[in-house]
Nanobody
Framework: VQLQACGGGSVQAGGSLRLSCAAS????????MTWFRQAPGDEREFVAA????????YYLDSVIGRFTISRDDAKNTVYLQMHNLKVEDTAVYYC?????????????????WGQGTQVTVSS
């Protein structure tokens, strides 16, 4: 599966963005989907995951209540709705896919990656 992320941008603290990740190829519904992020000088970290099927979600503690992951299997797309953005959310955001149920939080668990989209939050 090939992944294409978009929706990043520059916002002020407290603002909102919605990231999208479109998948090409068949059987998107067979994959657990996840968002990671990587700030300059930092390791890539888990942000949010949604299972296959999409009944379960899992979040980084610091984004609970602010971010929501969802998926639309008819559109082969996973979303990350981000509200009340903070300066510390600034990073390149990546979507990733893994066959099966999903909800894994380690980079090593993922086989497929999108190209990343930049999110910049200013104070």
């Amino acid at each position: 599966v090939q992944l294409q992320a978009c929706g990043g941008g520059s916002v002020q603290a407290g603002g909102s963005l919605r990231l999208s990740c479109a998948a090409s190829g068949r059987a998107f519904s067979s994959y657990g989907m996840t968002w990671f992020r990587q700030a300059p000088g930092d390791e890539r970290e888990f942000v949010a995951a949604i299972s296959n099927p999409g009944g379960s979600t899992y979040y980084l503690d610091s984004v609970i209540g602010r971010f929501t992951i969802s998926r639309d299997d008819a559109k082969n797309t996973v979303y990350l709705q981000m509200h009340n953005l903070k300066v510390e959310d600034t990073a390149v955001y990546y979507c990733a896919a893994v066959r099966g149920f999903g909800l894994a939080s380690s980079v090593e668990d993922y086989d497929y990656w999108g190209q990343g989209t930049q999110v910049t939050v200013s104070s």
